[in-house]
């Protein structure tokens, strides 16, 4: 079986961090979620992949080539204008060669065993003659956000996008297994209300066409939807890795459960690591800082004395200077966190943060949430960032300033407390000094 694999869209809501990169490219437990989905797709069987892309496509790209370095073979397949799910995967008619084929959104992550046993449930249902497609099902809390699918028995008979009236909690995972009928069903699609081709209109003319299509429980499942969803994906693929130590890590310093040290890093004494947790090549860690569980740190970052980080993702090529605090963050490439920065992750009040998504506040649903920082951000000394700010690329925070609301990119922000100027009278040296 071939898969088609969907990495094209903005990802406008995962800004600020995809001004600079598409989002399919963010590191989630030391790489990119679309290292994650080759790879899983790769250890289910499946090795030709169609990649649908857009924009980024450079990046994407440049990193993964033929695929050959992940043990697959990748075949682009270009969406020159984004017009939505059901155009991207008509683009694929031709690669799949009129056989089943899976689809995976780019961003949407699943555990290995999952969808190992989605293909093997394929395998008995593809001899039916009504057999259309699989729809893959997860239960989710707010199912207001998602496409929600409805079931008699084990087919769907209706799927709806973001219902205003909630009457089931089983949402579309974004992952599934189609036959060849999918592209006449998208030839009589027709432009959503967000003028854009849906696939799920798609399907739904294939369940009114009489078509079987089935739907398969997942059990674990990672939409990287909102900038917050990525340390919830982070944490998943932590605790599934394996701990193993290839730097060097000085006396005294200490290692506690599945922690990952990369060549080249070093751990300098006195640095206390709890896994799960992930440390990428060459960086340079401590001495005394506290790195907590669900961090993932990338390649050439330098942690200094002092630090604390919990539950972050910290990027390549950024410093995090001595005695700062980094909790539940997303800190971009090539960052300089000044000494003392503080990013708080609870409101003083104990309600969900909110985050500021398309010009709107959100609920993230987090109790602790810190900051969003894009790729190129520097800190001056003692500045504090609140709950649920996103700091836009190659902004500046001057020293001391506290900063309530979002900043947009190539933004520079400054405190200017008020100074009041008084003559000193001369003392004699060592006068009144404390001993």
Known sequence: MRAVVLAAGL??????????KPKFLLPIAGKPALDHVLL???????SEIGMVVGYGKEQIMERYGNGSKLGVKVEYLHQSNLLGTANAVSLAEDFISGENFLV???DTLVDQESLNALLKHHEEMKSDASFGGI???????????????F???????????KPKKVKSKLAN??????????????????????????????????????????????KLWADIGM????????????????????????????????VYVGEGSRIRSGSYIEGPTYIGENCDIGPNCFIRPSTSVGNKVRIGNGVEIKNSIIMDNTNVAHLSYVGDSVIG??????????????????????????????????????TIIADNVKTGVNCMINPGVKIGPNAAIGPGAVIYEDVPPNTLMLARPEMEKRKWPRRESGAGSSG
Not at 135 to 149: C, D, R, S
Not at 235 to 250: A, C, D, P, S, T
């Open 173 to 218: 995972a974004g992952v599934y297994i189609f036959s060849p009928k999918i592209f006449d069903a998208i030839k009589k699609t027709k432009k959503s209300k967000r003028g854009e081709y849906e696939l799920t209109t798609s399907i739904q003319i294939l369940i009114n066409e009489g078509k079987k299509i089935g739907a398969f429980s997942l």
């Open 40 to 46: 899983l797709l790769k250890n289910a069987g499946v």
């Open 135 to 149: 729809v893959t099902t997860i239960e989710v809390e707010k199912p207001e956000q998602f496409g929600i699918v």
């Open 333 to 370: 490439n090539k960052c300089n966190l000044g000494a003392g920065t503080t990013i708080a992750n609870l409101r003083l009040d104990g309600e969900d943060i909110k985050m500021e998504i398309r010009g709107k506040a959100i609920s993230t649903g987090r109790k602790k949430l810190g």
């Open 227 to 258: 900038p917050w969803d990525i340390l919830v994906a982070n944490g998943y693929f932590l605790r599934g890795q394996k701990g193993e130590i290839h730097g060097n890590v000085e006396h005294g310093a200490f290692i506690e459960n599945n």
């Open 11 to 20: 990802g406008t809501r995962m800004r600020p961090l995809t001004f600079t």
């Open 151 to 161: 079931l008699d028995g084990d087919k769907v008979t209706e799927i709806v996008e």
């Open 104 to 106: 995976m959104n780019g």
